[in-house]
């Protein structure tokens, strides 16, 4: 079977999911796209993402907010804006979404975390760039802290293009591409509803990522359309010193989404061609940090086995180069400098050499 029919079958294996959706965006008469926001204890920061989506004046486009149980005032600070809300008992991003997508009708979604927020123009600029043929489109982020100064640059850096085909081989090769966080991203509706069954994790940003380029064009543009809030709430799992759990969760998640993937793929023959976990670049890495973060002696051969994925990889020469530096460095240091350098690089901030050095010898 070649790519190009095994393509166009998962297409159709998930065609009839959205078939009753008109996807013609740029009529007239129907919603183009939803503006999901979900919720959970985002009471100081959550008026600012609906107010972000409002102040958008796309009068054509859904938004829906999905309050997942939270348990401080959000709830109270959701209806004191007067949109569309549901408080629901809490189950996790991934089934906050589900409700959200039960609730909207257009056929592009865009998941906009609480915490997160849409610059000026954002919805026109996506709006202009969909058809009925991509599957998702990505654009980078500004990174703002707690108090909505700005950070850094866009995250991650993109540059502007409309691929399918090329970035099939590389999810095929690696289990990855370069994406951006949830709020970054907009899905045609079909793509969204698998995750209905990723049930082994409870965020939405997952297997629809990468499943994605199988199902259409992927559209990536270079202009920051939104803002990530860096605080001490997010996500992540990473604090002030190297915690392991959410390095293991992370390794975990990515084995579920590649054999999610694969399932899916093999409904078109290209699950056999799909890289296993052992193999891929993303999760050799969290390997190498985790048995650093764990206090183990990370061996000569598994540093080589990673710098060996590492250049085969889609990165620049210039990245690779002071990838591979970073992982030697990290390999002769002490194993409480070696914890502090892997830290300091998973951080949700602007990164220097500087900075590492300062990583290195703080006391």
């Known amino acids: 079977m070649t790519d ?8 159709s294996m998930v065609a009839g999911r959205g078939k009753n959706i008109s996807m013609d965006t740029r009529g007239a008469g129907s919603p183009k796209l939803a503006v999901i926001v979900t919720c959970w204890n985002y009471a100081d920061y959550v008026t600012d993402a609906i107010e972000s989506v409002l102040r958008q004046g796309r009068r054509d486009c859904e938004l829906v907010v999905i309050d997942d ?63 009925k043929d991509v599957a998702k489109l990505q654009f980078p982020l500004l990174r703002m802290d707690a108090r909505r100064r700005i950070m850094s640059g866009p995250v ?87 915690n392991p759990i959410p390095l293991k969760r992370e390794a975990e998640r990515f084995e579920h989404r590649l054999e999610h993937l694969r399932s899916l793929l093999d409904k078109t023959g290209l699950g056999s061609r799909l890289v296993t976990a052992n193999r891929a670049y993303f999760h050799q890495e969290r390997s190498f940090y985790l048995a650093i973060a764990n206090s183990a002696r990370v061996g000569l051969r598994q540093l080589l086995f990673l710098l060996s994925l590492l250049w085969t990889y889609p990165y620049s020469a210039k990245v690779k180069l002071s990838m591979t530096v970073f992982f030697a460095l990290t390999f002769m240091l002490s194993s409480e400098r070696a914890k502090r350098v892997i830290n300091y690089r998973l951080q949700a901030h602007s990164r220097s050499a500087m900075g590492l050095i300062r990583a290195i010898f703080r006391r």
């Open 156 to 242: 991650p850096p993109l540059s502007d293009f409309r691929e399918r085909e090329l970035l099939v081989r590389e999810v095929l090769k690696t289990g990855y591409y370069t994406s951006p966080p949830t709020s970054g991203n907009v899905f045609r509706r079909d793509v969204c509803q698998l995750i209905e069954g990723a049930d082994y994790e409870r965020a939405v940003d997952g297997v629809i990522l990468f499943v994605a380029p199988f199902m259409g064009d992927i559209i990536s543009l270079s202009r920051p359309l939104g803002l990530y809030r860096v605080h001490d709430r997010n996500d992540s799992g990473f604090s002030s010193e190297l």
């Open 69 to 131: 149980g939270s348990t401080d005032n959000s709830w109270d600070e959701i209806c004191r804006t007067g949109v569309r809300a549901y408080h629901i008992e809490n189950a996790g991003q991934r089934l906050a979404c589900l409700r959200g997508l039960q609730e909207t009708t257009a056929p592009f979604v865009l998941f906009l975390d609480a915490d997160d927020e849409l610059l000026p123009g954002a919805l026109t600029e996506v709006l202009w760039h969909l058809d």
């Open 4 to 11: 190009d029919i095994a393509l166009k079958t998962l297409e």
